[in-house]
């Protein structure tokens, strides 16, 4: 597993919570101002223009936060899936060009969601270059085991620790360090 499961969960609770904690003073600010704005009408005053300017600022800002952690929340959801595209592959090498073209984006989008993920250490065991990620997992010479399919009989060649789909009839397949 390339997740950093701990890690993934603690970022979620945080990003919602700073949701949170900006969508309930947004409501609040918002509501306030039309208060103000029924309450002393089309009063032209200096004060109430500043106090507009600030409580846009302010409302700006939560806004931008909220924007800021959804962004984050919707990337922490794809870390399972590029998780599963790794262990899926045999070789250990990754290009962020197959990666696009997996999952339906562009490499560009590939390679900044993988940078995001491992410099946050969202996803372990990882090395991320500039054209592929490799996997770092396994330390001695002996990189790879077989397996047998359960459903086909096949042997399929997967790293130690990972897992991988029976190139035969598609049956996942995981190898279970002891």
């Known amino acids: 597993m390339y997740t950093n499961n701990a890690r993934v969960t603690a970022a979620r609770s945080v990003n919602v919570m700073f949701i949170w904690g900006a969508a309930v003073p947004l409501v609040i600010l918002f509501f306030f101002e039309v208060f103000i704005l029924t309450y002393f009408g089309e009063s032209d005053t200096i004060l109430l223009l500043f106090l507009f300017a600030f409580l846009g600022l302010i409302l700006a800002g939560l806004a931008g936060v909220i924007v800021l952690c959804a962004r984050n929340l919707r990337r922490l959801s794809r870390v399972r899936l590029y ?34 993920m491992v410099r946050r250490h969202f996803l372990i065991n990882l090395t991320a270059g500039r054209t592929a990620i490799r996997v ?41 360090v002891r």
């Open 136 to 176: 770092d997992l396994i330390p001695d010479k002996s990189e790879f085991v077989k397996l047998t399919c359960s459903t086909c009989g096949a042997t399929v060649s997967v790293r130690k620790g990972g897992g991988g789909r029976c190139d035969s009839c598609g049956t996942y397949m995981r190898d279970e």
């Open 83 to 116: 998780n599963s595209l790794i262990e899926e592959d045999h070789d250990g090498i990754l290009t962020y060009e197959s990666i696009g073209l997996m999952l339906g984006i562009s490499e560009a989008k590939a390679l900044k969601e993988v940078m995001w």
